[in-house]
């Protein structure tokens, strides 16, 4: 058993798709050449880096793709440039959906390498918000939809204010009626299942 590595990260990966399986070890494998003195953890449900007891950076696994992130807010800037694609997704790097999706070993390791840096110099990172989000008003028409629908509105009213956050901010963010009522639909959908707006990333 290689000491650097934790049994859960080892766990992690091999639950992970098929397709994602080469991708996380890859990152992994890079990680700890580049931050020898880097150490493992799992971090909502994710794998996480940690240097000088601090985020160096993350990895994930979805249906269809990879993620692979970095904590320190500075290195949102140093990282852009090089994402695999325009889509939206966690991450710094975008959508990772095989080998080739990812930049050269070589910037990669920059990438991490400068992250170790941001953390060693003890520049401001990411923080946390000190209170809980508190959810925006529900708008009237996400409040009738609940009404027609009990079980969702018993899920909903459950829902930490995060949560009914995430939904209200994706429901009236649309900018096309269509859009919203697609939203809407999916909304009450997701919520009756018991799910969050991004029960994606959460489901790992």
Known sequence: MNPRHDPRVDAFIAKSADFARPILTHLRALVHEACPTATETIKWGMPHFEHAGSILCMMGAFKA??????WHQDMEKIAGPHRASPEDAMGSLGRLTSLGS?????????????????IESGAPGR?????????PPVPADLAAALKRHAAAAKVFAAFPPGKRKDY???????KRDATRQARLATAIQWIA?????????ENC
């Open 65 to 70: 793709h990879c993620a692979f992130g970095f």
């Open 193 to 201: 299942e018991g799910k969050g707006r991004n029960w994606k990333y």
């Open 102 to 118: 990812l930049p050269s070993d070589a910037v990669l390791k920059r990438l991490v390498r400068a992250s170790a840096r941001l």
């Open 168 to 174: 209200i901010e994706w429901i009236t963010g649309a």
């Open 127 to 135: 923080s946390r918000p000190a209170k809980p989000a508190k959810a």
